[in-house]
């Protein structure tokens, strides 16, 4: 069975067609610029290096979704002669709140409760919402499957998730610890338990995923018992341009210096904090290793404050788990940055966590970077969420 696999965002797409059968990429791609002026296509069949650029006006996510189903049914570069051929169609959606711990087949009541969640997830939900509403149009009969970025984190308990206030604003407004980038712990937690060769059952694993978003998870038995993203995904880890967890109180105190309001200060928080806000230079991370080797000294202190975050929630989970068997690096800066790794894993080698600095200069591969005398195992493993999706929605439907 093939599937395809969704992720919608508010003016991009992304796909990936997956056969099913044997775990294989047959072709994946990306429409950017939705509802604007210049519109584009980029389609890429596995195994044929030219890629398939169309550029067309697609005012909405239904266009994209057409000329998306255009791309895979094409002659040349598609995978499929007909859209018949597509089992099941796999949507990435972030946040279910507190109404799904596992992925679903979507029916009329799943996109209801996913618009009651829309409040929890304004800049993602819709999109999401968008993209499942057009494939039900333009391809009526074929099932389709909701993933969630937050049904991973539903087993942690209420120690972890229950914030600090009155309690009547999480019975009220579902203020609660949610997190996410679920889908990609979860992979991870299982490869690791792949690689290492034990039940992952008996294992405690501490999962980095770091990439523009940024989250810790720790992971005892293979459930989430805490993760560093919160209500939203602004808590945790200092991220590419999120500031992550922050006094509240310096919400109030910038928006009365600056004159602005609760939103605006919040914009700044979610888009011109984290290690653009601390360099001053950029958000990522290849610009700020640039800036360091330069002698740039706040672009060397937002870099120290990112991989001290990281220690801070490796230290904690430890503690919560009493112990913690391997630490996995995983997204764009966990699985490429040599040197963000190093510095995280310094100094932590009395509590057995020792890096090989040899065996960690190595990029988007599956290997084990700790040394042999180390206690804990040190795992870089590249996600994969759409494999995670695809397998889901097979599972659901097949
Ligand atoms: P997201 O999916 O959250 O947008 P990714 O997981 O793709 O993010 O991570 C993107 C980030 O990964 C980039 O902003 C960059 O900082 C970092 N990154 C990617 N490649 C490298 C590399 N070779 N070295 C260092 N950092 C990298």
Redesign the pocket.
């Known amino acids: 069975m093939k599937v395809l696999v969704i992720n919608c965002g508010s003016s991009s797409l992304k796909y990936q067609v997956l056969d099913m059968t044997n775990e294989t990429l047959l072709a994946k791609g990306l429409v950017e610029r939705i509802g604007m002026a210049g519109s584009v296509l980029k389609h890429e069949k596995t195994n044929v290096e030219e890629k398939f650029i169309q550029e067309t006006p697609m005012k909405d996510h239904k266009d994209a979704i057409a000329n998306v189903m255009n791309a895979i049914t094409d002659s040349i570069y598609g995978v499929v002669k007909s859209m018949d051929e597509i089992g099941a169609v796999g949507h990435r959606v972030v946040h279910a709140g507190e109404k799904y711990a596992t992925s679903v087949v979507i029916d009329n009541k799943v996109i209801a409760a996913l618009e009651e969640c829309v409040e929890l997830a304004p800049l993602h939900n819709p999109p999401n919402l968008l993209g499942i509403a057009a494939c039900q149009e333009l391809m009526p009969g074929t099932p389709e499957v909701a993933v969630f970025d937050t049904a991973f984190h539903q087993t942690m308990p209420p120690e972890s998730y229950i914030y600090a206030i009155p309690y009547e604003y999480y019975t009220k407004y579902g203020i609660r610890r949610y997190g996410f980038h679920g889908t990609s712990h979860k992979y991870v937690a299982e490869r690791a338990a792949d690689m290492l060769g034990v039940n992952i059952a008996d294992l405690k694993l501490i999962t980095c ?6 989250s810790v998870s720790a992971i005892k038995r293979g459930k989430c018992i805490d993760t560093s993203m919160g209500f939203t995904p602004l808590a945790g880890l200092a991220m ?1 341009t999120r500031a992550g967890s922050i006094d509240p109180a310096i919400i109030s105190f910038i928006a009365d210096k600056e004159d602005l309001t609760a939103d605006e200060v919040l914009g700044i928080l979610n888009k011109k904090s984290g ?1 653009l806000g601390i360099s001053g230079i950029s ?7 640039d800036a360091i080797a330069d002698g740039n000294v706040r672009a060397e202190l937002a870099l120290k404050v990112f991989a001290h975050r990281v220690r801070y929630y490796i230290g904690a989970y430890i503690a919560e788990m009493n112990g913690v068997d391997a630490i996995v690096f995983t ?8 040197d ?1 790794r190093d510095v995280i894993c310094s100094e932590l080698g009395n509590l057995g966590i020792k890096l090989d600095l040899v065996k960690n200069k190595v ?1 988007g591969k599956e290997t084990v970077i700790s040394r042999d005398d180390s206690k804990v195992a040190i795992l870089l493993i590249p ?1 994969n969420e759409e494999l995670v999706i695809a397998r889901d929605t097979y599972e659901l439907t097949k």
Not at 283 to 289: K, L, P, Q, Y
């Open positions: 995923h770091l990439g523009n978003g940024a590419g290690m958000s990522d991370f290849r610009d700020i290793a997204a764009g800066v966990g699985e490429n940055d040599v963000t990029r996600t």
